[in-house]
């Protein structure tokens, strides 16, 4: 079945800085990759998601870039904030007969001021 | 954008009673409902998929007698813990799809088993 390894498990930046996470997926049927971003005791909420038959996207300070050969895609997060500390996880759904996420490990990122 | 709701968003349970929470779609059809199982600081645990009219696929190690699953209509799921444990202390989450791409996830509910 599907797996999904995601690193690093924690991540700490300055105000500012950039923060990139990145996941590797296992099953190269694989098509659709979201990342979800949450905060403690909430939902996860999704920040960006990207398909297979693309190789970035991008959305004001947040970028997704994916390596279909080496099966593995990254989020970028650019002039982070306080308020981008929280946990994000990287997930990959495969195409056929199913709409299930195989989710990543999870990311916490610490932003200081 | 698409809402999901989940009732009650905590429970506190004596062990051996049964507890059940409600996942409803509130501005779309769900064609697809998911449970997850979160412990803290941990990555969500697929239970199992639901489909409106059909019995849900459980995953791998999670018992479908003891995690009741119902997806009654296209807006409702619903997870009933049965006589549950301490050990069944945890997050469960939801989530619905409506058929595209994009999981809206449930704010959760926080399951205390004493």
């Known amino acids: 079945g599907e797996n999904v390894e995601q690193h690093p498990s924690t991540l700490s930046v300055q105000e500012g800085d950039s923060a990139v996470i990145k996941c590797t997926y296992s099953?190269?049927?694989?098509?659709?990759f979201p990342w979800y971003k949450q905060e403690l005791g909430k939902r996860p909420q999704l920040i960006i998601d990207?398909?297979?038959?693309?190789g970035e996207k991008k959305d004001q300070r947040i970028a997704v870039t994916l390596n279909k050969t080496a099966k593995h895609f990254s989020l970028h997060i650019t002039e982070t904030q306080p308020e981008d500390s929280a946990v994000y996880f990287c997930?990959?759904?495969?195409?056929?007969?199913?709409?299930?996420?195989?989710f990543g490990t999870g990311t916490r990122l610490q932003v200081f001021p | 954008g698409a809402v999901v709701s989940q009732h009650p968003s905590w429970v506190i349970c004596k062990s051996g009673t049964s507890v059940k929470i409600e996942c409803r779609s509130l501005?779309?059809?769900?064609?697809?409902m998911f449970w997850y199982r979160q412990f803290p600081k941990q990555s969500l645990m697929l239970m199992a998929t639901?489909?409106?009219?059909?019995?849900?696929?459980?995953e791998q190690g999670v018992e479908k007698d003891k995690f009741l699953i119902n997806h009654a209509s296209l807006t409702l799921s619903t997870l009933t813990v049965t006589s549950a444990h301490p050990e069944d202390s945890s997050f469960y989450i939801c989530?619905?799809?409506?058929?595209?791409?994009?999981?809206?996830f449930g704010p959760g509910t926080r399951l205390t088993v004493l």
């Open positions: 989530s619905a799809t409506g058929g595209a791409d994009t999981q809206y």
């Open positions: 099953d190269s049927a694989s098509n659709y």
């Open positions: 990207i398909r297979s038959n693309v």
């Open positions: 997930a990959a759904r495969k195409s056929y007969n199913t709409d299930k996420l195989i």
């Open positions: 501005d779309f059809q769900a064609t697809t």
């Open positions: 639901s489909n409106e009219g059909s019995k849900a696929t459980y």
